[in-house]
């Protein structure tokens, strides 16, 4: 039964949905584990996992708007979709925390060339992650902390739709990476009965794309393509928050927003297992 509940979770977030998310840099929570938490030995043995632990994280990100840069011959470049993905990650010591991701995502990257105004839509494809987060620095005073991220992205997706009648030779690539500095505070809201554990956190990100996009016009013979397009401004603003209904919870809900370099926004879960 608690493995349903684990797989239910997890697949109420999940839908076809690329912008890299970050989540919470709190890689120390959720603190109690579902398995272990109502037995008689469950301290002893959660802090001897204490110190090496899983969790899987389901994310919905929604990438509203992406401003691309490439070669004079092409202007007004912009990506746009929906990825979903699944994380799993393994907290060391609290100190550091490496991941996979593994999911899909559905795009689409407008562009102008030669005068012309060109759409290419993907096929809901394969796309994967990988990176690590580690603390860098606490303020004990005060409790925040500074995290590192960083990590790689990579989707070779399908081409669906092409805005103009007749193309050969599609091509849709992304490679991304993306290094992020983040400040988090941990904060007890009393709320009826419980007390809810939120931890909001704020930071920036450097992102460096390559966004290969290309189509040959089965008419004319033209090349039409992005030219390894990259991000207009490699600097992004990160505003998100993690909410535990109680302290004692072996799961959160997260919210991010992500601005400056892109428009998106993302929903998730984590389970510790």
Request: aromatic fraction near 12%.
């Amino acid at each position: 039964m608690k493995k349903i509940v684990i797989i239910l979770f997890i697949l109420s977030f999940a839908a076809p949905c690329f912008a890299s998310t970050i989540g919470s840099p709190e890689i120390s929570i959720p603190e109690e584990s579902l398995y272990l938490k109502k037995e008689a030995v469950n301290k002893t043995l959660d802090r001897y996992g204490y110190n090496m632990d899983i969790k899987g994280t389901a994310e919905l990100d929604f990438v509203f708007k992406r401003k691309l840069t490439s070669s004079d011959e092409v202007t007004k470049a912009e990506l746009k979709g929906q990825n979903c993905m699944l994380k799993l990650s393994s907290n060391f010591y609290d100190s550091f925390e490496p991941y996979i991701k593994l999911g899909t995502s559905d795009l689409e990257v407008t562009w102008t060339q030669n005068g012309e105004n060109i759409t290419v839509e993907t096929k809901p494809g394969f796309v994967w992650a990988a990176g690590i987060k580690a603390h860098v620095y606490e303020f004990k005073n005060h409790g925040i902390k500074l995290t590192m991220d960083a990590q790689y992205k990579n989707a070779d997706l399908d081409v669906d739709t092409v805005s103009r009648a007749g193309s050969m030779n599609e091509k849709f690539e992304i490679k991304e990476y993306q290094i992020a500095l983040l400040a988090s505070k941990k904060l007890i809201v009393p709320v009826g009965i419980n007390d809810y554990y939120i931890v909001p956190y704020t930071g920036l990100t450097v992102t460096w794309s390559d966004v290969d996009v290309s189509f040959t016009d089965a008419g004319s013979g033209l090349l039409y393509s992005t030219y390894d397009a990259s991000d207009e401004n490699v600097f992004g603003l990160v505003l998100g928050c993690d909410i535990m209904p109680s302290l004692l919870s072996w799961y959160l809900l997260n919210l991010e927003l992500r601005f400056i370099n892109e428009t998106a926004l993302t929903l998730g879960g984590t389970v510790k297992f």
